[in-house]
């Protein structure tokens, strides 16, 4: 029997693209390759823009005012921030796990989630 096999190529898995997510309770997580587009930041800025309902992250030093430190959250290089208090402020309710499969980073270096 003649079997034609195709041959997936390394580096086309779902950790090879921009991503994040946010969780109901404001954890933000961003994978390696969404972390290295922001320039690899220890610390973000959180920002909301409430006309057009999207949640902006901009990096920054960790000592700027209103800085949120990223944590590593596992071995693949992806950073999460707690981001509870920008939900809260903003009256933000999700009831499940939002994705962003295609976040984008505008002029500003601020990654777009929206």
Known sequence: MDKKWD???KGSGRWAKLFASIKPD???RICKKTHELLGGPAAVLLLYNPREKTIGIHPCEPQAKDAYPLRPYSYYGG???RAHALLARHQITLPYTVRFTAPELD????????
């Open 107 to 114: 002029e500003e270096r601020i990654l777009n989630l929206d």
């Open 7 to 9: 041959v997936t190529p």
């Open 26 to 28: 404001g954890e933000i």
């Open 79 to 81: 950073r999460e921030v």
